[in-house]
């Protein structure tokens, strides 16, 4: 399924450096979301926008930063990674029918 | 804000049996209550949810459960199988302009 696409799948970076995560859909959803699950744990809400000029902090928002380009294009980075940053982080976008998951990027911060 | 709270975090059961997995919700004005499920590896996917205005859905082995009074639904799923192993995830929704809040996940393990 490559209704929602996130690149790259798989990530090892170094403390300190910047990394950008990417997710385009092709649903033509207005909403769309960032989240991170670590083991064991839930899915916990990073940033979220529900359209081109509206973007909103979740949960967890610190040391993350958001860009929405465009309603298919949305964007994670990671200022300065740190070794806690080390997750898997799933995009998504919703419509009333329910949330489409992308496949999820899996970032270990070394 | 809403607040949701799901039990057990892990659930053992012999293949065959049945599982109940449940969700409380804090914010009575919620009306939506998606469930999704997991598989190892794989992304979460909408496997069946349930309105305020409905007690009860059905989709062959899994149902849903709501008791919008005391603020609480569960997930069945009879007759396991072994491809039901996965995390369940239950979530409230108080309207289209707000977000899902998530409940922290069951791993549902099934032993053959």
């Known amino acids: 399924d490559a209704d929602v696409t996130q690149t790259p799948r798989n990530r090892i970076t170094k403390t300190g450096k910047r990394i950008m995560l990417e997710c385009s859909q092709t649903?033509?959803?207005?909403?769309m979301y960032w989240y991170r699950q670590d083991p064991g744990l839930g899915l916990r809400l990073i940033y979220y926008s529900f359209d081109v000029k509206d973007i909103n902090k979740g949960e967890i928002s610190d040391g993350y930063s958001v860009s929405r380009q465009a309603q298919a294009k949305f964007s994670l980075s990671l200022e300065s990674a740190i070794p806690n940053q080390t997750a898997l982080y799933f995009c998504a976008t919703s419509d009333p029918y329910g949330y489409t998951f992308g496949s999820g990027t899996r970032l270990t911060v070394v | 804000g809403e607040n949701v709270e799901q039990h057990p975090s892990t659930l053992s059961v012999q293949e065959g049996d049945s599982a109940v997995i449940k969700c409380t919700y804090s914010d009575s004005a919620s009306n939506y209550f998606p469930w999704y499920k997991q598989e190892l590896g794989k992304r979460p996917q909408l496997i069946i949810d349930?309105?305020?205005n409905v007690g009860e859905k059905k989709d062959q082995r899994i149902a849903v459960t709501l008791n919008k009074t005391a603020k609480h639904f569960s997930l069945h799923i009879t007759e396991t199988q072994p491809e039901d192993s996965a995390v369940y995830f239950c979530a409230a929704q108080k309207g289209s302009n707000y977000q899902l809040i998530w409940g922290a996940g069951t791993k549902l393990i099934i032993k053959p």
């Open positions: 349930i309105r305020s």
């Open positions: 649903k033509g959803h207005d909403r």
